[in-house]
């Protein structure tokens, strides 16, 4: 075990290696914050988490822009699998905002009513069609680089609240490159404490298991 540097929240962290076993297999609750520095990288880390969902029959839905949905979308193809058919019975999802299926677009995406909203939609024939559900995203990181750090949080800490008792995970991207120490510092400890799994920018190949107890403070 290894402890985190000291700041406003210390905490240990057990070392997961692997992080491509993670996202492939993420245990049912798991809130995984990838932080990459590549595009490359965060389509790698999409792909393996959606691909394999979709294979499991899990309803998967992820949120992006044009160009990560689309890349997202030629992998799927490559992979063997028929998107069109894949988004016309429900099973996936591709979405440019928190709002799916031509549902409610409520002027702030991550309003209480939003927010409630998208999970109602995301959960649409769980369990009796799919077992669980997978979210994929990086809108909600859009909201934090910008500054707008309460927008964000509202949905991070939505979605650790609510692990726990839905049969879902999520993998939220945050480019790394986008993340400016003396202006996101102090808010991104709330951004950590808000997920149960860490993988690092970089070539570390590893993941991090955040606070496994689920305490706060």
Not at 15 to 32: Q, S
Not at 145 to 167: H, I, K, S, V
Request: overall charge negative; charged content about 25%.
């Amino acid at each position: 075990m290894e402890r985190t540097p000291s700041g406003p929240v210390a905490r240990e962290f057990s070392e997961l290696h692997g992080w491509k076993d993670l996202v492939r297999e993420p245990p049912i609750g798991a809130h995984i914050l990838h932080i990459y520095e590549e595009p490359d990288r965060e389509i790698e880390a999409a792909l393996l988490f959606v691909t394999e969902g979709l294979r499991k029959t899990e309803r998967v839905c992820c949120v992006g822009s044009p160009r990560e949905l689309a890349s997202i979308r030629r992998g799927l193809g490559e992979a063997g699998l028929d998107v069109d058919r894949l988004i016309r019975g429900g099973s996936l999802a591709l979405v440019g905002q928190l709002a799916l299926n031509g549902g409610p677009k409520h002027r702030e995406e991550t309003s209480p009513l939003a927010l409630d909203q998208f999970m109602h939609e995301m959960f649409q024939g769980v369990p009796k069609t799919y077992p669980s559900v997978r979210w994929w995203g990086n809108r909600v990181a859009r909201f934090f680089e910008n500054g707008l750090f309460d927008r964000a949080l509202a949905f991070e800490q939505l979605c650790q609240e609510r692990r726990e008792a839905l049969p879902w995970s999520l993998l939220c991207a945050y480019d790394g490159r986008k993340l400016s120490p003396d202006r996101h510092a102090a808010a991104f400890w709330d951004v950590l404490r808000n997920h149960s799994h860490l993988i690092p920018a970089g070539d570390l190949g590893v993941a991090l298991e955040l606070f496994p107890d689920g305490g706060d403070g």
